[in-house]
């Protein structure tokens, strides 16, 4: 069981450029989220699939920020126009079922917008 | 709303100590609560978790905690500590209405000196 996988695990953008984050879960899992890690906001909810649908995208900025899952081996954060302030560390997290369940967190993509 | 709270960001202790990372809740029904540990350089790491029954469980690397319904906590208990547990730690909830969508603390780091 590799866990979870992201790729990449460091990504330097610059500012106004495009940044796709890819999220490969755990194998069985039918629960994807995903996170933002600050030191100043800690960890933040973005969204969360379950059996490939999306459930809610509530901690999702509005403008530039999507997120898929086109198969149930993975999915992606796509991040367009790319800011300064969304420089981060952006988790992918699985669960089997997603309610009241462990969560299993991939390493991380480190996201550097200059 | 929804709420975690850890209020010590730092704890320092000596080996061989007993540990004990403080975390309180708000939350209108009962939560679920979990714990979860980061190493430095790693992802985070599922430790235990409090769903329903004895408010203490134990959970993985002879860490426990305690489930207090009276003063809204779930406090990370673990003796004696080991230099290794060294990391910071996260305490969330999750709420049995849009259960999955699970609220981090801004986390304690622990450092056990040696």
């Known amino acids: 069981n590799a866990g979870v996988i992201q790729t990449p695990r460091h990504k330097v953008t610059g500012k106004g450029q495009e940044a796709t984050l890819w999220c490969e879960p755990i194998s069985g899992h039918s629960a994807v989220f995903w996170y933002r890690q600050t030191i100043v906001q800690g960890l933040e909810f973005l969204t969360y699939?379950?059996?490939?649908?999306?459930?809610?995208d509530s901690g999702m900025p509005k403008e530039r920020f999507s997120a898929q899952m086109p198969n149930q081996s993975h999915s992606t954060l796509k991040i367009q126009s790319t800011q300064p302030q969304d420089s981060a560390v952006y988790l992918c997290?699985?669960?089997?079922?997603?309610?009241?369940?462990?969560?299993?967190f991939g390493p991380g993509t480190r996201l550097l917008v200059l | 709303a929804q709420s975690v709270d850890q209020p010590d960001a730092h704890v320092t202790l000596s080996e061989g100590a007993s540990l004990e990372l403080r975390c309180s809740y708000s939350y209108s029904a009962a939560p679920y609560l979990f714990w979860y540990v980061q190493y430095p350089g790693q992802s985070l790491q599922f430790l235990l978790k409090?769903?329903?029954?004895?408010?203490v469980v134990k959970g993985t690397k002879g860490f426990e905690a305690e489930f207090r319904k009276s003063n809204s906590s779930f406090n990370l208990k673990k003796s004696p500590a080991h230099w290794s547990d060294s990391a910071k730690y996260f305490c969330?909830?999750?709420?049995?209405?849009?259960?999955?969508?699970?609220?981090f603390g801004k986390g304690t780091h622990l450092h056990v000196l040696p």
């Open positions: 969330a909830l999750e709420g049995p209405t849009n259960a999955y969508k699970v609220i």
């Open positions: 409090y769903i329903t029954g004895d408010t």
């Open positions: 699939f379950r059996n490939q649908a999306p459930i809610d």
């Open positions: 997290a699985s669960s089997r079922k997603g309610d009241q369940d462990t969560q299993y």
